[in-house]
């Protein structure tokens, strides 16, 4: 019932929770992951801030800036695209309030933590007055790993795959499963669940029967995997700022279009599914933006662009910072050490003369 398969794979999961307790709470795997990601992808970042000759620091404040406000993009963007869901006549205002603010039931996409990433980091750069097209260049592969990384929340919360098929990457969930987390009449009702699913079950293990899915969340973590090795191949030789931030917009775009396409569980508007809408308007947006410059630079303008350090380079810089900190702390123990001679010299000094002013005391009283 808790198994998930990959049969054409050969590979077996045969009991993957969607959560586990900690001193009495409940905490979700797919909260747990998408920290992870976040995590991760400041370390990335931190890396290329430095191997582009900015500051760590800079990243990690942009990063605590960008916290809880992507969180909050995510959530509202789902639950505008998603009110049916939210909104129920005779439910109450707070009632439907908690449903909205209640992130633990999930709910939350990726496009709107994206676009608010974008606004915080406009304003960030503007009070700090940095440049934004090197941040996005800077930050791109960070927050492709993140993407990738945090889509197996979805993986152990068995959502985001697409249609039913029989191709050797599917991915067989027990049809049990939704029988016990809702009703399965619900999971139909939504479209998540399709009849050609349930009318064609893949028997797996001891007779259990499973619906075939494409394994969605997994070929888009592949394709952010592409686009970080593109990039990091293509990143020394970059003509401008911004251009590999372009470069994953594009990418993503395009790629989140065939991907969305394959889903079940789409936010739509009317006939359309929003994320392909946004996968072209961001793909045609920053392509547009790209041969703009690229037209620029071969009538002879020379645009702003920093280069990223070779990993030879890269490995130079930090031992040469290792060695700086080495002969600092050494310097510094030095210095404790002498001044903590001193202090006990001085401290043997007032001693003595403390037992000389004794002495003559004792010596005029005789």
């Not at 098929?165 to 619900?186: C, G, H, Q, W």
């Not at 993503?252 to 996968?279: A, C, P």
Request: glycine fraction near 10%; proline fraction near 2%; charged fraction near 25%.
């Amino acid at each position: 019932m808790n198994g998930i398969h990959f049969p054409g794979l050969g590979i077996h999961f045969e009991n993957v929770p969607s959560s586990f307790n900690l001193f009495g709470i409940e905490i979700k795997l797919y909260a747990v992951v998408i920290a992870i990601g976040f995590m991760l992808a400041l370390v990335v970042a931190g890396r290329e801030a430095r191997m582009s000759g900015q500051s760590e620091d800079t990243y990690l404040d942009f990063f605590l800036w960008l916290i809880i406000p992507a969180i909050v993009g995510a959530r509202i963007y789902y639950v505008i695209f998603n009110w049916d869901e939210y909104y129920e006549k005779g439910k109450g205002f707070w009632k439907t309030v908690g449903d909205i603010v209640n992130i633990r039931e999930g709910g939350l996409a990726i496009y709107g933590g994206l676009i608010v990433g974008v606004f915080v980091a406009f304003i960030f750069n503007k009070r700090r007055k940095l440049s934004l097209p090197l941040m996005g260049d800077t930050v791109c592969m960070g927050v492709l790993l993140g993407q990738m990384i945090g889509r197996w929340g979805n993986f152990f919360n068995r959502e985001c795959f697409g249609a039913y098929t029989k191709s050797f990457i599917r991915m067989a969930i027990p049809v049990d499963y939704f029988a016990k987390e809702e009703t399965l009449n619900e999971y139909l009702d939504s479209g998540v669940i399709t009849n050609k699913m349930l009318m064609n079950p893949e028997i797996v293990g001891k007779r259990t029967a499973c619906i075939s899915v494409y394994p969605t969340f997994l070929l888009e973590g592949l394709w952010c995997l592409a686009l970080i090795i593109f990039i990091l191949l293509y990143r020394r030789h970059k003509k401008f700022d911004g251009e590999l931030s372009l470069i994953y917009i594009m990418g993503y775009g395009i790629g989140r279009f065939f991907i969305e396409g394959m889903r079940t569980d789409s936010l739509m508007v009317g006939s359309l599914k929003v994320s392909q809408v946004v996968g072209l308007v961001c793909f045609f947006g920053a392509m547009t933006l790209m041969v703009y410059n690229h037209v620029r630079i071969f009538r002879g303008h020379e645009p702003k662009c920093h280069p990223v350090m070779k990993l030879s380079e890269y490995r130079e810089l930090r031992a040469a910072e290792k060695a700086d900190k080495d002969k600092t702390d050494k310097e510094k123990t030095s210095a404790d050490k002498k001044t903590s001679e001193d202090k006990t010299e001085k401290k043997a000094a007032e001693k003595d003369d403390t037992d000389k002013k004794n002495d003559n005391k004792k010596n005029n009283k005789k």
